[in-house]
């Protein structure tokens, strides 16, 4: 009986840019700043909140949850894509990325629940302004921010498990800049048809679910507020959920340019820059979006960097 020539990998080598190695020692500098400012903006935010009382809202405090689930998503990927610049190929254990790909998957995860989350008390704020303190007590945000961690974190484990189990052959390299489904997948010899179907289940339960939810919120805000009779209380309750929009946009956008357009024809290079955009910019760039819009985050961040 012939045996088939399993080999059990016990390290991955991550290419990352490799076409551009020309470039590795700016982008090193360059993401470098980007990791420590996205991890300084995040951990201000949450610090922010907490200690301003007058901040200890609904809405600020789903906030420090999404600059905590940032942290989360940049720990897991910038680290791994700072070592892949300095070393051509970057050489990481199996365990750990398995384990840097469950942290990069639950905290997606999570940040779809907690936007859904968000757009749901945007709309009781704006459509139901007279039950919102009501409905949206501190219980209930409570309640809504330890389901989102739960669902997020828990619903990955068990098809990351699953990948573990799978039987590997061959190479062990991966032409991206962290450890993703795809690639993994490609480097097992099993059969990987139901691992895919029931990743594709969580993925339409967990993103597009919860984006039609958004977007129904969405729907009847805007509905609200065309009925509002003066243009100022029209700006004024648009501006409420203005930065949450683009976040959503943002988010939702980039994850369907990088994995619901057709790759056929995209080079590896262009695949890498758009996860990027998730990956490295979007945690960047959310603490900035809610601070430039907002007066009473903007003056709680003065007032945080006074006390320290």
Known sequence: MLQNNFTTITEIHLLGFHNLYHFNILFFIVFFIIYCLTTC?????VVAVAKIRS?????YIFLTQLSLSDIIMTNSISPILLHVLVDKPATITFTGCLAQYYF??????????????????RYLAICNP?????????VF????????????FSAI???????????FCGSNVIDHFFCDLSPLLALSCSDTYVLQVEVTIITI??????????????????CTILRIPSVTGRQKAFSTCSSHLTVVSMFFGSLLCTYAAPTRGQSSTSSKVLSLSYTVMIPLINPLIYSFRNNDIKEAFHKTCRIY
């Open 41 to 45: 903006w995040n951990l201000l935010l």
């Open 55 to 59: 901040l200890h809202a609904p809405m």
């Open 104 to 121: 990069f998957c639950a905290s997606l995860a999570f940040d779809t629940l907690l936007l859904t989350v968000m757009s749901y008390d």
């Open 130 to 138: 007279l039950r919102y303190n009501t409905i949206m007590n501190y």
């Open 141 to 152: 945000c409570l309640k809504l921010i330890i389901s989102s961690w739960f669902l997020g």
């Open 157 to 167: 484990i068990k098809y990351v498990f699953e990948i573990s189990d799978l039987k």
């Open 205 to 222: 339960s967990l993103s597009v679910f919860p984006f039609l939810l958004i977007i129904t919120s969405y729907c009847y805000i805007i």
